[in-house]
């Protein structure tokens, strides 16, 4: 069940990011290979949230495997044991610039070589609901499950009289359209 649903998850977060595009959000605030990327590229970005006028608490980096990995590289992350924060330790990137950095698998390279963003929850916008099972049937459990990001998925559990097999169901009602065209700062590596 749970690599069920995280796979239901990560492709209706590859559908959403699906709009994270120029046409959507513009050029990209950086362009280029991961094996160059470190933490001068994310000040950039920074100044490119700072000149769309986000607010300063708010600010996420999503990146994927390999720009977190050249970040983990970059001599001033490494050196964070004198804040105490050991980088190299726990292999997390700590905040940098502003923005809570989250590494992600499940960005979609689309046709224009997305490899990250940076967001302020405005750029797109989403919605989740649970559709509770109607009256009369037995469920052994029918709940709502809900991620700490508001993505929603439904579980219902049951056995089934006249298949004689006890059924599990994972679903999600959800939409998405765009939100603030400067609510997102695309990341691509050409």
């Known amino acids: 069940g749970r690599r069920k649903g995280n796979l239901l998850a990560k492709t209706i977060f590859q559908d959403i990011l699906s709009e994270v595009t120029a046409a959507n959000f513009g050029a990209a605030a950086h362009t280029?290979?991961?094996?160059?990327?470190?933490?001068?590229?994310?000040?950039?970005?920074?100044?490119?949230?700072?000149?769309?006028?986000?607010?300063?608490?708010?600010?996420y980096l999503v990146l994927s495997p390999a720009y977190i990995a050249a970040l983990r590289k970059a001599g001033a992350i490494k050196?964070?044991?004198?804040?105490?924060?050991?980088?190299?330790?726990?292999?997390?990137?700590?905040m940098l610039h502003g923005f809570k950095v989250i590494m992600s698998t499940a960005i979609p390279a689309n046709a224009e070589n997305l490899v990250g963003f940076a967001s302020d929850g405005n750029g797109i916008a989403s919605a989740f609901r649970y559709l509770a099972p109607q009256q009369g049937h037995n469920y052994t459990r029918a709940e709502a499950i809900v991620g700490e990001g508001g993505m929603t998925l439904g579980l219902r559990d049951w056995y089934s009289e006249d298949s004689g097999v006890r059924k599990t169901v994972i679903e999600s009602v959800y939409g998405y359209e765009t939100g603030i065209g400067t609510g997102i700062k695309r990341i691509v590596s050409a």
């Open 79 to 94: 050196d964070t044991s004198g804040y105490g924060y050991n980088a190299i330790q726990s292999g997390d990137v700590p």
């Open 32 to 59: 280029g290979l991961a094996s160059a990327f470190d933490d001068d590229d994310v000040a950039d970005v920074a100044e490119a949230c700072d000149s769309a006028e986000w607010a300063q608490d708010d600010r």
